[in-house]
């Protein structure tokens, strides 16, 4: 019995010279920074311009209710966009909304959007300052040019 006793408190003591060990390496690996994938910088991630005339179809028929003011064929259209990855250049809340651009084959509203932003005065007129269009769920944008 107490030959168990000792090999169990044997057991125990090295779990915790191993738990100590392991606890030390990995605060050195924090303060130390290694092993972590160098910090990416926040900010727009407008990947150049594209053609209105150059966008899919379907994407060129949202964009043209967007000017005209609909009606559009989603409940979800003309939502606030929050712009929380921080695509888009920072704008006050409500500057953006989104528009969903119809994928084929989609069986639900897909990754592609049209996300335009502006000042009520703009809006007012159906002219939003800017449009930007993504066909990777709000990855990446490329500002719309007529």
């Known amino acids: 019995m107490k030959q168990h006793i000792q ?6 003591g090295a779990a915790r010279t191993w738990l100590r060990a392991t606890l ?10 290694l092993g972590a994938a160098p910090a990416q910088a926040r900010g727009p991630a407008v ?6 005339g150059s966008l899919p179809r379907e994407a060129r028929r949202t964009y043209d209710l ?11 259209d003309g939502v606030t966009f929050g712009n929380y990855e921080g695509a888009l250049p920072q704008r006050r809340r409500g500057y953006y909304h989104e528009y ?3 994928t084929p084959g989609a069986r639900n509203r897909g990754a592609r959007r049209i996300v335009c932003g502006g ?3 703009d809006w007012a007129r159906n002219r939003p300052a800017a449009c930007y269009y993504t066909d990777n769920h709000y990855a990446s944008f490329r500002e719309i040019r007529d």
Do not use: M, N, S
């Open 7 to 12: 090999d169990a408190g044997h057991r125990r």
């Open 24 to 33: 030390v390496a990995a605060v050195a690996v924090a303060a130390l920074g």
């Open 47 to 52: 990947g150049g311009k594209v053609a209105a």
């Open 66 to 76: 967007i000017f005209t003011g609909g009606p559009f064929p989603y409940a979800k």
């Open 100 to 102: 969903t651009v119809p």
């Open 119 to 121: 000042e009520k005065a």
